[in-house]
């Protein structure tokens, strides 16, 4: 057990719809990074928190947005909602700014299944 | 540009026999290269890293890698495999350069199946 909480573990809706996807860090940890596990693109960063605010941006679609919190949990949002947006989306954190040498702990994961 | 290769799907070994895994980067700069597995149903478990130092890293269950300048690889090894070894296992690097600067850039994952 990594320590990294994610809610919740299974997601169904429908195309066009709009959802949220929680994750809390390990303990101490400031910052939360999100990335998406899909088939055919892997594994792929979206974007990166630290101690609330926004630090780096990967592949992250116009339609998905996300907030790290006073208390550092963080929330995904993906709207509008495309059969292509199914996929597994992971959260991680680590204790620092994102250095090199940090490592990231990874979560359990949401699976997100568009319909 | 930055990337990993695994350049094999899939590794099928035999319980007791060594296993290797392969990884090969493409990075701006120093690598910083990480390995990490995936059970199935199952979040990503940190395994090792190589920041500095030696060329051999040891990590969790066994496992270590060796990394290698010249030749651009970071192969994961095990002496002795175990059934309960099979997973998903996926290398990663440190992105040096562009928005997403310092956040990991994997590759597409190695199946490794242990058979008894």
């Known amino acids: 057990d990594s320590g990294v909480t994610q809610t919740p573990k299974h997601l169904i809706t429908a195309t066009g719809q709009r959802v949220t996807l929680r994750c809390s860090p390990r303990?101490?940890?400031?910052?939360v990074y999100w990335y998406q596990q899909s088939l055919d693109q892997g594994l792929q960063f979206l974007i990166q928190y630290y101690n609330g605010e926004e630090r780096a941006k990967g592949n992250i679609l116009e339609r998905f947005s996300a907030q790290q919190f006073p208390d550092l949990h963080s929330e995904l949002n993906l709207s509008s909602l495309e059969l292509g947006d199914s996929a597994l989306y992971f959260c991680?954190?680590?204790?620092?700014?994102?250095?090199?040498?940090?490592?990231?702990?990874f979560g359990p994961g949401t699976r997100l299944t568009v319909l | 540009a930055q990337s990993v290769a695994q350049p094999e799907d899939q590794v099928n070994v035999a319980e007791g026999n060594p296993l290797t895994v392969k990884c090969t980067y493409s990075?701006?700069?120093?690598?910083?290269l990480f390995w990490y597995v995936q059970y199935p149903n199952r979040g990503l478990q940190f395994l090792l890293k190589?920041?500095?130092?030696?060329?051999l890293v040891k990590g969790s269950y066994g496992f270590e890698a060796e990394f290698n300048k010249s030749q651009t690889s970071f192969h994961l090894k095990k002496p002795s495999a175990l059934v309960s070894d099979s997973a998903l296992y996926f290398c990663a690097v440190r992105a040096s350069y562009g928005g997403s600067q310092g956040n990991l850039i994997f590759g597409k994952g190695t199946k490794l199946s242990v058979k008894p």
């Open positions: 991680a954190s680590s204790s620092r700014e994102g250095g090199y040498t940090d490592t990231q702990y």
């Open positions: 990075v701006s700069g120093n690598p910083y």
């Open positions: 303990s101490g940890d400031l910052s």
């Open positions: 190589y920041i500095t130092g030696d060329n």
